[in-house]
């Protein structure tokens, strides 16, 4: 009997029993989030401390989804570059992922999805201000299953508008995937290396 489950409900221990997951404890797997960063201008520093006070100001009511993608990770993505050729976006996609063997289909949509000639280069899964991002940790690598090419790296960034964690997932015998240092928007320039990780990015899906 094939069990489908909504994707904002997946686990790790989902994922690990029934896809093959495997946490890699290998310093040298995720390495683009630290090594050869680009360098920040003092132009994307002053955008970067707006956000931040945009940010600030709303956090004092309740913020929903969209107003995080809208103040938060929309000015991101036009920093690192992430709105221009090659690259393109989607919002709210429907992704649907099965497992035969297992008898598990996972249904959800993705928040933010950009895309670079059909290859899945960033999952964002943005949840509401104050939810922990453990929440979508696995939402996000389980959006990752669906990429067409499942042959190359892939890299996704889980955040609450305040909170940022970014991650890799590779296929070889398994599904090998670790996780970077959490950020945080109230920590000093934070910020700043959460910009110019996603700018290391895109240098690399680019290379």
């Known amino acids: 009997m094939t069990e489908t489950i909504q994707a904002e409900r997946v686990t790790l221990y989902d994922l690990i029993d029934k896809f093959n997951f495997k946490l890699s404890e290998n310093p040298a ?3 683009e989030w630290q090594d050869d960063l680009p360098e920040i201008n003092e132009r994307e520093k002053q955008q970067l401390h707006r956000v931040k006070n945009n940010y600030f100001n709303l956090a004092m009511r309740p913020m929903v989804e969209d107003m995080v993608k809208m103040v938060v990770v929309s000015p991101l993505l036009d920093l ?3 709105y221009l050729p090659p690259f393109y976006n989607t919002a ?3 992704i649907e992922i099965e497992e035969k063997d297992k008898g598990l289909i996972i249904r959800g949509r993705i928040d933010v999805l950009v895309l670079q ?3 899945w280069v960033l999952v ?3 949840k509401r201000s ?5 929440v ?4 996000c690598l389980a959006y990752m299953l669906g990429s067409p090419h499942a042959d190359k790296s892939l890299f996704g960034l889980v955040t609450n508008g305040s909170n ?4 890799k997932l590779v296929k070889g015998e398994q599904f090998e995937y670790a996780l970077s240092d959490e950020f945080s928007l109230r920590r000093g320039d934070d910020l700043v290396t959460v910009l110019a990780i996603l700018k290391g990015l895109k240098r690399e899906v680019l290379s």
């Not at 104050?130 to 453990?134: A, D, I």
């Not at 940022?164 to 991650?167: D, E, K, P, W």
């Open 130 to 134: 104050g939810f922990s991002l453990e």
């Open 136 to 139: 979508g940790i696995p939402q």
């Open 117 to 119: 000639d059909r290859f």
């Open 164 to 167: 940022f964690i970014f991650l």
């Open 92 to 94: 709210e996609s429907s």
């Open 29 to 31: 797997f995720f390495r």
């Open 80 to 82: 690192a570059g992430f």
């Open 124 to 126: 964002i899964e943005s």
